[in-house]
């Protein structure tokens, strides 16, 4: 809130990318419209091609607040939904927010305030992962533990900080134009492309834990595989356009993945000794879900495991089995443009 009222707080824009997000849509938005922020807000739903009740669900809070605008992305990306929802904004301070992404009560306001006094181009904090059910819960404990994601800050917490990425993130308008918004060939990884992009111009990008976004994780393990398979996947194209943009966390599941696979045929070909490895890290991923389960039901602790490896592998193997023909697309299109007309 503001302190001082006296001093106007900057007018703020909500973008939002979704698609089938019938489930998480009316309580993402109802938690942006009861933030505790005395500045103006708008929020611009870009609607995906759903085949669920997302875009009925849309109308519905349109018609309830004149703050509540929506604008088509027949693309279905997250990218180009960003872009659209962008250039239908209007407001200095674009904060972005995913379909089933809950904001804490301050969050604007503490952005805004965070932004004011670092002199960031992009805040953002952490991607508090809660689940539903007792798998949900599993995935959640393993996207918040170091054995999951390793040193990331905005998924385990940690003091503040300058970062290379922030889970989401509070611009200013300024950076999105100057960068002309985000690259439109980035299905996957986006995010983490701009921030190195407004990073090599000189802005700095802030991880704060006063902010806390709460993140509804995958419903299935078929479905964590392939977002992490995706993430894995467009990370490498991210190396490959942005040469020195990797480091040891990102080689680190692609190198198990394959410490793994070697494991396996050398204990059926040559020796026993062999799946010492693969079980090694069969261990090690029981050993680390302990503490990570700590408060969760039995059946939740049980499930750890299984989520821990299906997110190491399946980010490796999507790492590993990136096309180049991807970077070639990226590369293509070099720095995107798409907010030139703003």
Not at 317 to 334: E, N
């Amino acid at each position: 809130m503001n302190a001082n009222p006296d001093v106007r707080l900057p007018a703020v824009s909500v973008i939002m990318p979704v698609l089938n997000e019938e489930r998480h849509l009316r309580g993402a938005v109802q938690a942006i419209l009861a933030q505790e922020y005395a500045g103006e807000m708008e929020v611009v739903i870009a609607l995906g091609p759903s085949t669920d009740r997302t875009d009925e669900i849309a109308a519905e809070l349109v018609a309830e607040d004149p703050r509540v605008h929506t604008v088509p992305n027949p693309t279905g990306r997250t990218p180009a939904a960003l872009n659209a929802a962008i250039k239908a904004s209007r407001h200095p301070i674009v904060v972005r927010v995913d379909g089933h992404g809950m904001l804490s009560p301050n969050y604007i306001a503490t952005a805004v305030r965070l932004l004011d006094e670092t002199g960031a181009q992009n805040v953002g904090g952490i991607m508090h992962a809660e689940g539903e059910n007792d798998w949900e819960r599993a995935v959640a404990a393993a996207m918040t533990s170091k054995i999951g994601v390793g040193n990331a800050v905005f998924h385990t917490g940690g003091a503040a900080c300058e970062a290379e990425t922030v889970y989401l993130g509070v611009f200013r308008r300024e950076a999105l134009e100057q960068q002309g918004g985000y690259n439109e060939e980035f299905i996957r990884a986006q995010d983490w492309e701009l921030n190195f992009r407004i990073r090599e111009a000189g802005g700095l990008i802030w991880f704060s834990p006063e902010l806390k976004v709460s993140y509804r994780p995958r419903p299935s393990m078929r479905a964590l595989a392939k977002q992490y398979k995706d993430y894995g996947r467009w990370r490498h194209v991210v190396a490959r356009f942005h040469e020195g943009s990797i480091n040891l966390r990102y080689l680190a599941p692609p190198t198990a993945l394959l410490a793994i696979a070697a494991g396996i045929v050398a204990g059926a070909v040559l020796t026993p000794w062999g799946f010492v490895i693969p079980g090694g890290y069969l261990a090690a991923i029981v050993l680390g879900s302990v503490p990570a389960g700590k408060g969760l039901p039995l059946k939740a602790r049980l499930q750890i495991p299984v989520a821990l490896a299906t997110m190491h592998m399946s980010w490796g193997w999507g790492f590993l089995t990136s096309p180049k023909s991807l970077a070639k697309k990226v590369i293509a299109s070099r720095r995107p443009a798409v907010l030139a007309s703003n």
